[in-house]
């Protein structure tokens, strides 16, 4: 076995192993098959790797082997990548075309992962692994490469879910939501090394839906009062559930044009550790171009993604428009969605609130008032006022039209908007992008990592990296 200052360098001695493969500034670099270290002299033309990367991912033993021997061997079996992800585009029911048209590769290329992937660039096998819920990292080295099998297969499922439902996931529809999965991944590890606290842990999933004397509403709107006391919310406003659920909670929100019927997902998958991680899939097109009814829907997926066991979740929760908008004491919902629904209501705008604010009797300026304090969609705010005063006091119908300040746009603009790299696609970008870029400053990702995450090129990266770390503005740190 070499030492540690065999593997890490000289600079590391003294240090744990852990420590000193964070600390380590020497480099690896990976083939299809194979683990080297690096070594500029000979140009080589994989992806270069933090030994911190390469720690993390194949673990100590292989770094002592590709130092003493020139080279570890990666693959666990001579056609560990082409099954891998032939597999799991089978898994998930998609043609060639479909894998072609999310990674901008020709068809043939997409073909030529499976026949002959060592023909093929490996930036461009790991960027076809990333966009289909892989874990580049361990293409060849695990025979799954690290996939959750239980995901694909629900996503096979939603994909062919005509009997259950009216609608069902398109191809590439499925495909955003298994690339979504490795964002929530990688943006989780990079969260951890970053040794990011969260207040994620105050929260536990709950299997309590409801009792003949408890209605499932109740449950939610308990689990709502709860929430507040232990984020120390009072009965304040929420002046930003974007900034509330990504940056104090922690919790991974991919933004990316999912059409005009669904609203938003809550997605479970696991990490390399086996361990749960959980984010939300947020539509950015259709009715979440209203900042109101993107709040609504953040805090309707927030509601399942903290509470909900995974048997209720069964990896994906999809939640349609009409679904996530409807009043949260009707009883032709299912229980978990009704639970999600009065969660989130009474999350972004408690019941004795509401009364204050719109008290009897009702008027034009009650439901506008709940609006613009509580950043709620008319339809949102009628129902919570209705339900607040025991449903005993209907509302007038009349006419409003009302837009949301352009403070609250800006509380909730998640940059995605502008942003310096164009080839780098909407779901990667925002606070996924902020952590890649952060992990990159602290040296634990490589310049080839970082431009694999944000789908550019390295030296596209290092030209914009400067931009990048002024959007979000962390100095440096």
Known sequence: MASLTTVFGSDTAGHPEKEAARRSTRRFVRSEGELAVYDPARRPTGHVYTAWEA???????????????????????????????????????????????????SENIVKSTEKSPSRVPLVQLQNTAFVLGLDERLLSYDANSGGDNRLAFRLRELSNARSQSTWKLSPRTALRFAEAASIIRVQTRLQEWLGINTERHLF?????????????WKVGYNLADDARIKLGLGESPILSMRELVEQRLGIPVVQVDLGQKIAGATIVTHNDKGEEVRGILLNSAGENENVWIRRTTLAHELGHLLFDPNEYLENVRVDPYEQSAADPEIQDLDH???????????????????????????????IVNVMHKFGLSQTAARYHIFNAHYRQHELPQITIQETPEDELKAAENFTTDFFPLQSTPIQRRGKFADLVVRAYTKKYISRDTASLYLQCTGEEFSTKVGMIRQIFDHGGT
Do not use: M, W
């Open 55 to 105: 720690y993390n991912a194949y673990g100590i033993h292989a770094l002592e082997e590709a130092v003493e021997f020139g080279s570890a061997i990666l693959k666990c079996r001579t056609d560990a990548t082409a099954a891998a992800l032939k597999t799991r585009r089978e898994r998930l029911n998609l043609s060639h075309r479909d894998i072609a048209r999310a990674t901008s590769l």
């Open 204 to 216: 536990a999933p709950s299997d309590f839906y409801g009792s003949y004397q408890t209605q499932t």
């Open 336 to 366: 978990v969605e009704q639970r999600a629904n009065a969660f989130a209501i009474a999350f972004l705008a408690p019941l004795n609130q509401i009364r204050s604010v719109a008290s009897i009797p009702f008027s034009k300026a009650s």
